[in-house]
């Protein structure tokens, strides 16, 4: 019987990376996001294997945990990519700073950024646990320095979620579940802020980061080659954390 990967985040950039290297290697991949399946970037089982989840809202991401059970049918669960993520600009598409974040938009990021890895965590432990899983979480290079794109709330929220996959990997390494995380810097995707460029130029690569690359670290790290990595946050980002 195949392999089953849950992964949040799907529609775009790395996510969509993702479920194209995992479907590549027979996996079934079950997809959340908030918006309905993409007609334009299908997979196999696509639609009837995505979930419309609005992972802002608790109540919405706890309902997706039980029909997640119901898709699984009692079967194990392989593999959790907690990729979904937001990053709120200002009215001119400016980075949004500690004192120019509203307090409500504090909120949303926490919720889709940092809350919904803990509500998937804990509401699929048993599934993960059934299957000897591993858990991915997608944090960010801004979650270690100030990044003149991400705003402080992006920023925070993904610092966080760094410190939840050390607290998860010690909580969950007892039931057999590996955790880790990931720190993508400048990945060449559709969201790339203006000004990006002079950030590459002194790049120790040179370059932008391809969303393959990071979906083939993501699927390292879910699969028997990582049998004894957890607790760790790798950092793809061609060198820029040096």
């Known amino acids: ?8 985040g799907a529609s775009r950039g790395i996510g969509h990376a993702t479920v194209k290297r995992f479907s590549s290697a027979g996996w079934r991949v079950i997809t959340c996001s908030r918006h309905p399946f993409p007609e334009d970037c299908p997979w196999e089982a696509g639609e009837e294997d995505h979930i419309q989840v609005d992972l802002s809202d608790p109540k919405s991401t706890i309902e997706a945990v039980a029909e997640i059970k119901r898709r699984l049918n009692g079967g194990p669960l392989e593999a959790l990519v907690n990729n979904a993520g937001i ?23 926490f919720h889709v950024n940092f809350f919904a890895s803990v509500v998937l965590a804990r509401g699929l432990v048993d599934e993960l646990e059934a299957a000897q899983g591993a858990i991915v979480n997608v944090t960010s290079i801004a979650g270690s320095r100030v990044h003149p794109f991400a705003g402080a709330a ?16 010690h909580d969950l390494g007892p039931r057999g579940i590996r955790v880790n995380a ?21 790049l120790p690569l040179r370059r932008l980061g391809k969303p393959e690359e990071v979906a083939r670290t993501i699927y390292y790290l879910c699969t028997s080659e990582s049998s004894y990595v957890s607790g760790v946050e790798i950092e793809i980002n061609g060198g820029q954390h040096v």
């Open 87 to 109: 990053s709120p600009k200002g009215p001119e598409g400016e980075r949004l700073s500690t004192m120019t974040t509203d307090l409500r938009t504090w909120g949303h990021v």
């Open 1 to 8: 019987m195949g392999k089953t990967l849950l992964l949040t």
């Open 154 to 169: 992006y920023a925070t929220s993904k610092a966080a979620l760094a410190a939840l996959t050390r607290e998860m990997a």
């Open 182 to 202: 990931i720190a993508p810097g400048e990945i060449e995707t559709d969201i790339l802020s203006a000004g990006t460029d002079a950030i590459v130029e002194k």
